[in-house]
Each structure stands twice: as C-alpha cells, then as structure tokens.
C-alpha cells in the first residue's frame, strides 16, 4: 500500500506542473532522410545543419528552405563522417565538430572552404564547442587512451587546462559547454559528470549529476546559480531534467520536467525570449518529443513529433526550429517565405506573373543553368517538387494562391514569388 500511495501522490504533483502543449510544429522539407545532429543561427536570416555522412545545409531565408553546401578543406576518416557540432559567430565565420575524431573546423566564408584547428594535446575524440570570440574559445573531447579533454585557446592560441577527470574511458567525452559570463561554465561529458570552471576555463572540478551516472548530452546556464543538463537513460531512471540551483555545484532531478515517458533528453536551448526548450525521444515510443518551459521556468508543457530531436536553436526571437533523425526540421511557428531582395531583382524574370497556365523564365547570364535546380515551395515552406532547370513550367495543377520559386546552381540560389490565378 506505501508503494501505490507513493505512485498516486507522485502522479498528483506531476499534473500541475506538465501539461500537452498547445503549440504546434510545422515540418519543412530538408531534401535528405540523413540524421540531423545539429543546428545553429547565427543571425535571423542564416543558418546552418550539420548531419551524418558529411552533411551540411545552409539557409540564407530564415529557415524556410535549406540548401546542401558543396564545402571543401575537410578530411573524414572512415566512421568519422559526421557533423556533431556546429557553431557559428557571425554568418560567415563558424566551427564544426566532425567525428567523432575527424578534427575540428573553422570557416570564414560562410562554410564553403574550412581549415582544420590543431587538436589539443594528447585529445583523439571530439564534439563540444564554445567560442566566445574567434581568439578564445574551448573544443570538448577525449583522448586516445584516458578521459575527457579540454583544449582552451586564449589569445588565438592554445592554452593549458586542468581536469579533475574521474574516469579514464575514452567514450566519456565532453559534448557540450554553456557559460554563464568569462568565468563561471560547465561542460557536460558522457561519463555523467559536469565540469564546473570559476577562472574561465582553467581548471575544471568533476562534479556527478547522480548515482545512475547516465551520460550527458547537453548543458545550459540559465544564471549565475539555475542550470539544467540533458541526458540518455538507458535503464529509465530518470525522471526529468538534470538541474542545480547552485550554479553546478550539486545536481538532482527536475521533477517539474518529469514524465512517465522516460525520454532521453538530447538537446537544450534557451532561447532570447527567456524559454527554455529541450528535445529528445520517448523511451516507450519511437516518436519524438519537444518540452518547452515559460520564462519564469516553472512550468512545462510537452509535444509529441515524429522523430526524434537532435538539437533545438533560435535567434533572437521567438521563432524556434528543431532538427532530428531521417532528415527531419520543425518549426514553431508557419514560415511564409521573404519577398526577393532588390539585388535579385534582375537575376530572375517570371512571364506571366500571376499566371494560370505556363510560366516562362529568364535568368542572368552568369547563372550556371547545366547544373541549376528549380524548387517550388508554398507558403508554409513545404516543397512542391525539385526538378533540373528548364525555361518553362507548367502550373496550371496548382491552386490560386502566391508560391515561391527557387533556383540553385550550386553556388548561387535566387527566389521570386509568383502569383497563381
């Protein structure tokens, strides 16, 4: 009887505090059934995806459609083709995290050529980053035969740390970083410990979240004392998010966040506008799932989605995306497209526009169309079709309404919108 009266009262506190969302996410089409793995934006119109097998897509529209980039300058090594990391400081000047042991990137050109960074010493294995500039910044790991690794540059070059490691596996690397000013971070590893640093970044305490040791997958810095740690728990012992109220110093479960679920937890985001989000997978499912706390992070609310979430990003505002298995992209809010910038005007001519029958089109002569696609999307971003470029289409299958056509080389893409009557 005191086990089912632990149950109900349990199941009692849960309902205030976690309820089905109201908010609804839209898919948009990514053009690839690949694994997501990360998502950054580094202003309101660009952002940036990286994948498995080398993947990596581009928006230069705000989310509202991704573009493959034909990059050049990195070397994958069998079973280390994936991009794990991505974070970008400006929209042309970026890192990635390729692996788990294909070294770490820089660009300065929006992601066209990257040039590997050194590796720490003694690091094989690496996935974290956080740079607050492109002179100081931190790249998580582990090395070949020992535990986690931290390579710190300071100044543009690199600069000792010290880690109070507790385990000397070379699977327990660090994954993930968040600061909450120049002195005071965390690390996350998959060892299930965090790494605390209060001289910014020098020296680096072990601290364990909890006695099932689940490893971590991200970490967030809400102040200088409210932190939250997302992780995978294979045997279902969680219940909630990881979170500290002493700025890392000691660790228990969120029981606000709490669900029968038993998700892993795979990503957390704080967005500008003060919410909390995290994604991940359902333990008793094979569906995904999206959390989303309110500023004052008291409360929590849940969506169901179709796969699984790898990592949630935003910029600045209140529009959110997610990314996740077989080439899956969802945003909170629908996507009505940008009107076509005044130097695009003259690269593109449509003939009639509106139109109700067949649209020629013109485009500029240094336009490589051999190679060019054309894309037609809707107004909630959902692609029609992808076909090679031609001078004509035909339109008279689609409904009244206003679309969006795009056309990529490869190296340049160029959208108009079009009226259909």
Not at 18 to 35: D, F, N, P, R
Not at 70 to 95: A, K, W
Not at 220 to 246: H, Q, R
């Amino acid at each position: 009887m005191k086990t089912l009266k632990l149950v109900v009262t349990f199941v009692t506190l849960l309902i205030p505090f976690l309820t089905t969302a109201q908010t609804t996410w839209y898919q948009i089409t990514s053009g690839t059934q690949k694994k997501l793995n990360t998502i950054n934006f580094p202003s309101a119109s660009v952002g940036y995806i990286g994948g498995n097998d080398s993947l990596l897509l581009k928006t230069t529209n705000g989310g509202f459609s991704w573009t493959p980039l034909n990059y050049s300058g990195v070397t994958f090594f069998p079973g280390g083709e994936h991009i794990l990391n991505l974070q970008f400081l400006t929209d042309d000047v970026g890192y990635m995290t390729v692996g788990p042991y294909s070294g770490t990137y820089k660009t300065i050109d929006g992601g066209n050529n990257w040039i590997q960074l050194p590796m720490p010493l003694n690091q094989c294995y690496n996935q974290g980053l956080y740079f607050f500039n492109q002179n100081d910044g931190f790249i998580g790991g582990s090395g070949c035969f020992q535990g986690e690794i931290i390579g710190r540059i300071n100044g543009g070059a690199w600069a000792s740390t010290t880690l109070n490691a507790a385990t000397l596996l070379p699977a327990n690397l660090i994954v993930d970083f968040d600061f909450y000013n120049s002195s005071l971070g965390l690390a996350a590893s998959r060892s299930g410990y965090i790494f605390r640093t209060t001289d910014g970044g020098v020296n680096w305490d072990s601290i364990p979240t909890s006695t099932e040791y689940n490893p971590l997958t991200s970490v967030v810095m809400i102040n200088d004392t409210l932190a939250y740690a997302g992780y995978e728990s294979p045997l279902a012992t969680g219940f909630g998010l990881y979170i500290s109220t002493d700025g890392g110093l000691t660790w228990n479960f969120d029981i606000n966040s709490a669900t029968f679920f038993y998700p892993d937890f795979m990503c957390l985001h704080h967005a500008a506008s003060g919410q909390l989000y995290t994604g991940g997978i359902s333990l008793n499912s094979t569906t995904g799932v999206i959390f989303e706390s309110p500023a004052d992070i008291t409360t929590w609310s849940y969506t169901p989605v179709d796969q699984k979430i790898n990592d949630i990003s935003s910029h600045n505002d209140s529009t959110i995306f997610g990314v996740g298995d077989s080439g899956y992209i969802v945003v909170n809010k629908i996507l009505t497209g940008l009107e076509e910038s005044s130097t695009q005007q003259n690269l593109m001519l449509l003939f009639p526009n509106p139109a109700n029958d067949v649209v020629k089109i013109s485009v500029s002569a240094n336009f490589k169309t051999a190679s060019a696609t054309i894309n037609l999307y809707n107004t909630i971003s959902q692609r029609l079709y992808s076909l090679p470029f031609k001078n004509t289409i035909n339109v008279s299958v689609l409904r009244n309404g206003i679309y969006l056509l795009e056309i990529n080389d490869n190296v340049q893409t160029i959208r108009k919108k079009i009226m259909i009557e």
